[in-house]
């Protein structure tokens, strides 16, 4: 039987001395709040919203970790390497549910103030749009201005080789890059036109080195008419010796004198 007035009681220090903050102090290697039946919510209130409620982690009584509603009802998580200075590390939106990593209002379902990484032994980033076919999934640039990476970096992450780069002035793309070991192996400009080896295109395929087509013999040339007029190939067995051959929409013809092949 409980004496009298022992609820509510002032102060409970369970192994050690409570004081006026820590009204309910426990030294203990473990604490366990159990169910009773079914259930059990270990609920921290706080007067408003301005006001903290969170649980606080801490080494030698000086604070490291802390997550809850701090200053206001987002939920935060924040870290500090000495207890004075901290940083939030992540922040979910009271009212959208959106997360933010290493900011404060995000702005999309999840945003991410600084490099996202992924490392494991078959990294990769997944994009899907689930109201769209598998063929239409899109990775989206939405700022105004600057460019958009792919890149490798090193193990160190120290050092990056650029593998796509797409410029932009505005929300227009006004050149795409491919480059491989660091050299432009395919460019695209403004007006569509297409370099090869190099960042200057005068017509609508301008090759920066020699322009090699396909062989083919005679038998397996695919129709002319399906190519389409303009079409160029290499005859390995035309008549009078291997030479280039066009199509004029109907027929496969040498260039030389525009025999029909």
Known sequence: MQPPGFNPVALLGVNTSADTTNRLSVKSPASLFDHA?????????????TDTASLL??????????????????????????GTAWTEALTIDKATGRVGVRTAAPAFDLEVNGQLGCTSASP???????????????????????NFFVQTVNDAGTIAQQGLVMTRDGTTIDSVRLLSEGIIALFIATGQNVAI?????????????????????????????TVGAGTVAYVTDANGGAQLAFSDGTDWRHASDRAVV
């Open 37 to 49: 039946g079914s259930d059990h919510h270990l609920k921290v209130n706080k007067a408003a919203d």
């Open 57 to 82: 982690f801490q080494t030698g009584y000086s604070g490291r970790a802390e997550f809850g509603t701090t200053g206001d009802d987002n939920f935060r998580i924040k870290v500090s390497p000495d």
């Open 124 to 146: 990769g980033i997944y994009l899907t749009e689930t109201d769209q076919a598998v063929d239409e999934r899109i990775w989206r640039v939405t700022s105004g201005g600057g």
């Open 197 to 225: 080896g190099h960042t200057a295109p005068s017509t609508r395929l301008h090759v920066n080195g020699p322009d090699r087509v396909g062989q083919y013999a005679k038998a397996a040339l695919p129709a002319a008419a």
